[in-house]
């Protein structure tokens, strides 16, 4: 392996996480965010390395890019979706959910909100309010100029605004929470469950068509409480549930026969919980078992 080969595969390596985040949150899928990856670091050792003055943005500028186009097949391919569609999630490093800004920008809460904008204009929030690039890097990767980002962003911000969470609970209160919705689903008390729950509480399942899950979103105390409590997931000796970080927040990971049959993401506002993201699909539980390190 030549030193040039060496220096550029340093480089990647050193950014790696970073590009991963970019991909991911443009994405929502962890798989997809793997692939633009791969085809970066193609991309990437087929340059001139030396000439490359600013090799970081260069990186995030050609993962942009590929994360666009993704994006825009991903489009199609999820008004074909089997029911509803909900990022892959990821069992993140402790070190994750200590970066706040990041916890909440990769959260399951924020990359829904972040569904409803366009794939440029996702792009241009994600690159400007995560990353915190400049006009003109962002205007490089995505083929508009300063002056148009300068509008997408201002758009796509209050666009997100105006659906985006609410802060969430102190650490404390948050595994509070946490312990309370699990003794509460595991016992399937109603007024326990009923205590826990946000007024506005979201359930959604996500079964990809290849697991039993709800058709549609739940929305209510009430209606959500019911439904856990005759058993969202059947509880039983063969099935068992656990405290983990999904997505850089609280979360619990079911297993069936000591295989990971599903992961609940909840979102926790002022010690109730507001949202229950449940994924069932197979094919998007690969990464609960080891933990993905993330960056800005």
């Known amino acids: 392996m030549s030193a040039e080969t060496d220096t550029g595969t340093a480089v990647f390596v050193r950014h790696r996480n970073l590009l991963f985040t970019v991909a991911y949150e443009m994405l929502g899928s962890a798989a997809d965010a793997e692939d633009v990856l791969q085809e970066t670091w193609l991309r990437w050792m087929a340059v001139d390395h030396a000439a490359v003055a600013g ?21 199609r391919r999820k008004e074909t979706y089997v029911g509803p569609w ?35 204009e996702r792009a241009v929030f994600v690159l400007r309010e995560v990353f915190d690039l400049g006009y003109g890097e962002i205007a490089e990767a995505v083929g508009k100029s300063p002056a148009a980002v300068r509008q997408i962003a201002h758009r796509a911000r209050s666009h997100v605004a105006a659906r985006r969470p609410r802060a969430g609970a102190s650490p404390a209160d948050t595994r509070a929470a946490l312990d309370a919705f699990q003794r509460a689903v595991e016992t399937g008390e109603l007024q326990q469950l009923l205590d826990i729950l946000a007024p506005d509480v979201v359930a959604l399942t996500d079964g990809g068509g290849q697991r039993h899950a709800l058709p549609h ?11 856990l409590a005759v058993g969202w997931w059947r509880r039983d000796a063969e099935r068992t549930v656990e405290p983990v ?28 919980v507001t949202g229950a993201y449940h994924v069932r699909n197979p094919e998007k539980l690969s990464r609960m078992e080891t933990e993905i390190s993330m960056s800005r």
């Open 245 to 272: 970080q999904v997505n850089g927040e609280p979360g619990l990971l079911v297993r069936l026969d000591g295989r990971v049959d599903g992961v609940v993401a909840l979102r926790i506002e002022d010690g109730r």
């Open 86 to 120: 909900l990022p892959e999630p990821l069992l993140t490093a402790p070190d994750v959910a200590d970066d706040v800004e990041l916890a909440e920008s990769v959260s399951m809460a924020m990359l829904l909100v972040l569904e409803t904008l366009g794939p440029v």
């Open 55 to 75: 090799q970081r943005a260069y990186l995030v500028r050609i993962t942009t890019r590929l994360a666009l186009d993704r994006l825009r097949h991903l489009g």
């Open 217 to 227: 979103p739940v929305v209510g105390a009430d209606k959500v409480a019911r439904l």
